[in-house]
Structures are given as structure tokens and as C-alpha cells.
T-cell receptor
Framework: AQSVTQPDIHITVSEGASLELRCNYSYGATPYLFWYVQSPGQGLQLLLKYFSGDTLVQGIKGFEAEFKRSQSSFNLRKPSVHWSDAAEYFCAVGFTGGGNKLTFGTGTQLKVEL | DGGITQSPKYLFRKEGQNVTLSCEQNLNHDAMYWYRQDPGQGLRLIYYSQIVNDFQKGDIAEGYSVSREKKESFPLTVTSAQKNPTAFYLC????????????FGPGTRLTVL
């Protein structure tokens, strides 16, 4: 079964600093990958997705992510963090034939210091 | 506006009672999902449905039941057999084609008193 690992439970960055959230997956076939963001007590909002093609994908709110097949990673980045980016971030993976099911990581809580 | 609605936002239940959480979507999506979210555990799949009148168990289906009588509706019943039902419940839908992303509702927080 596929699995998703987000090794950082909590991350704190200063406003204006760069951000990288890590995501590793375990599955033999080519996955399709997502990053979602969740504000407290809210649902999840899609930031970006990767299905195929260019391994660097751009998303909303200035986020980007890079798919690295050799490292089984899909790390999320932002060059300059804003205080409003404080939230929980989830990486998710699916695969062809998986019945449209996604497997989610356990999330990374981002705190932004002013 | 198209989207997913969940009601109620907060729900309180006494031990031993069944309770039903509502999920409605007007996105014309074929597939719908129920997740449970607990702190530090991410999202865990309870049930999913890829088409009307059909649904499958997810990873933690014990103590839950669902129905899918209409394309736009996918209610979840938390039964008294669920030993630890206090959690945040999220409903999602997708177009049902390969690779399509899931869209989420705002969630229902269930507390057992």
C-alpha cells in the first residue's frame, strides 16, 4: 500500500523568510500528488497538483512544488512567507487504478513569526 | 456558487446515540468521500462512493454507515458501535475521472458527551 510521510510535524519561520515543507511517498508506480492547506476548523483547500509533465508545478498563493522521482519527494516551497500562510499543510498521493482514493500525510503545522 | 456543504458545523451527541452528518454537493461530481481527522493523524478514509447506489469501506469503516441514493448527497451515520467518535469529519467529492482532485467541505465537529 502506498504511504505518505511528512517528517516535520511543526515548522516555525519568520515572515518574509523562505519555506520548504517536505513530503515523501512510497509507491512503485507513478503517483499523482497534491498539496492542500487547512486553516483551523476549516476544510482543505487545494494548493497545487502534479499529474505528469513539468516536474515543477505552480500553485495558488505563491506556492510551488517539485516532483523528484529519484527521491520519491514532492516538497512544497514558497520564497517569502506571509503571516496569513500560518496553517496546516497536507501532502496527498493517489495512483491510477486507485479508485480516485488519496492517501494523506499526517500534516505539517506552520507557524509564522512576525 | 458550486461547492460542498456539510451540516451541522458542530454536533453534540450522548453516548449510545446514533447521529447522521449531512454532505451535499452541487458540483455534479460522481465520487464522494468521508474522512475522519484527529490531531496528529492526518485524514483517514471512512467510506467512499464512486457512483450512486454504490459505496465501499475505507480504512476505518467500523462503527459508521453511509448511503448514496442521490448523486448530490452522501450522508454519514456514526453509530453507537463507534467507540471513539469525537473527531472532525470532512466530506469531499471528485469528478471521478483519473487524476482529478478532491474538493472538500467545511467539516463537522462531532463531540460525544
Amino acid at each position: 500500500a502506498q504511504s505518505v510521510t511528512q517528517p516535520d510535524i511543526h515548522i516555525t519561520v519568520s515572515e518574509g523568510a523562505s519555506l520548504e515543507l517536505r513530503c515523501n511517498y512510497s509507491y512503485g508506480a507513478t503517483p499523482y500528488l497534491f498539496w492542500y492547506v487547512q486553516s483551523p476548523g476549516q476544510g482543505l483547500q487545494l494548493l497545487l497538483k502534479y499529474f505528469s509533465g513539468d516536474t515543477l508545478v505552480q500553485g495558488i498563493k505563491g506556492f510551488e512544488a517539485e516532483f523528484k522521482r529519484s527521491q520519491s519527494s514532492f516538497n512544497l516551497r514558497k520564497p517569502s512567507v506571509h503571516w496569513s500562510d500560518a496553517a496546516e499543510y497536507f501532502c496527498a498521493v493517489g495512483f491510477t487504478g486507485g479508485g480516485n482514493k488519496l492517501t494523506f500525510g499526517t500534516g505539517t503545522q506552520l507557524k509564522v513569526e512576525l | 456558487d458550486g461547492g460542498i456543504t456539510q451540516s451541522p458545523k458542530y454536533l453534540f451527541r450522548k453516548e449510545g446515540q446514533n447521529v447522521t452528518l449531512s454532505c451535499e454537493q452541487n458540483l455534479n461530481h460522481d465520487a464522494m468521500y468521508w474522512y475522519r481527522q484527529d490531531p496528529g493523524q492526518g485524514l483517514r478514509l471512512i467510506y467512499y462512493s464512486q457512483i450512486v447506489n454504490d459505496f465501499q469501506k475505507g480504512d476505518i469503516a467500523e462503527g459508521y454507515s453511509v448511503s448514496r441514493e442521490k448523486k448530490e448527497s452522501f450522508p454519514l451515520t456514526v453509530t453507537s458501535a463507534q467507540k471513539n467518535p469525537t473527531a472532525f469529519y470532512l466530506c469531499a467529492s471528485s469528478a471521478g475521472q483519473p487524476y482529478n482532485e478532491q474538493f472538500f467541505g467545511p467539516g463537522t465537529r462531532l463531540t460525544v458527551l
